[in-house]
């Protein structure tokens, strides 16, 4: 089965820019998802196909996606993006969708 | 509004049955593909079923042969039937849509239903 790679932890100064990354066996070939998820809440899709934005998203969230890595950008980081980010793809192989293991990212 | 709205969790002993419910607004759950993810306490995400537009049905292999997806039409609502529940099966239920017939990622969350399997 498809395996998604995650950095356990991602740590960035506010202000700064965070990148999380998601590696995968040529996940460039395939559409990547992006969620956060805050404790008590529900997960909201901050990213979506490699790189756009569901309405209401900031501009300071974006996405790339080439060869077998897909990055997850926030910039401008403030207290408020302290979260888990988990990134996802459709497994066409087994028709399952697959999630990657989470990073939490932590405003110093 | 769009809106996903999951009932039917609870605690429950090793080996029991539950159903879940999700009940949906401001959208038709036959003409977009449906799921089911949890969360375990401390854990990540993990998708558990999904039921597309027509009648097809998948399942994580964790899950696979105990728990069964299913639509309601007329009530608008997507279930989840689980039996032979596990204690590692404990988790936040979350019910979600995947927009049309597309793999365009999850944009409509429930604000999920806790399942506590416990003797």
């Known amino acids: 089965s498809y395996v998604l790679t995650q950095p356990p932890s991602v740590s960035v100064a506010p202000g700064q820019t965070a990148r999380i990354t998601c590696e995968g066996n040529n996940i460039g070939g395939k559409s990547v998802h992006w969620y956060q998820v805050k404790p008590g809440q529900a997960p909201g899709m901050v990213v979506y196909d490699d790189n756009k934005r569901p309405s209401g998203i900031a501009e300071r969230f974006s996405g790339s996606n080439s060869g077998n890595t897909a990055t997850l950008t926030i910039s401008r980081v403030g207290l408020g993006d302290e979260a888990d980010y988990y990134c996802q793809v459709w497994d066409t192989s087994g028709d399952h969708w697959v999630f990657g293991g989470g990073s939490k990212l932590t405003v110093l | 509004e769009v809106k996903l709205v999951e009932s039917g969790g609870g605690l429950i002993q090793p080996g029991g049955s539950l159903r879940l419910s999700c009940t949906a607004s401001?959208?038709?759950?036959?003409?977009?593909?449906m799921n089911w993810v949890r969360q375990a306490p401390g854990k990540g995400l993990e998708w558990v079923s999904i039921i597309y537009s027509g009648v097809s049905t998948y399942y994580a292999d964790s899950v696979k042969g105990r728990f069964t997806i299913s639509r309601d039409n007329s009530e608008n609502t997507v279930y989840l039937q689980m039996n032979s529940l596990r204690v590692e099966d404990t988790a936040v239920y979350y019910c979600?849509?995947?927009?049309?017939?597309?793999?365009?990622?999850?944009?409509?969350w429930g604000q999920g239903t806790t399942v506590t399997v416990s003797s």
């Open positions: 401001g959208f038709t759950v036959s003409t977009n593909y």
């Open positions: 979600t849509r995947v927009p049309g017939d597309t793999i365009l990622g999850m944009d409509v």
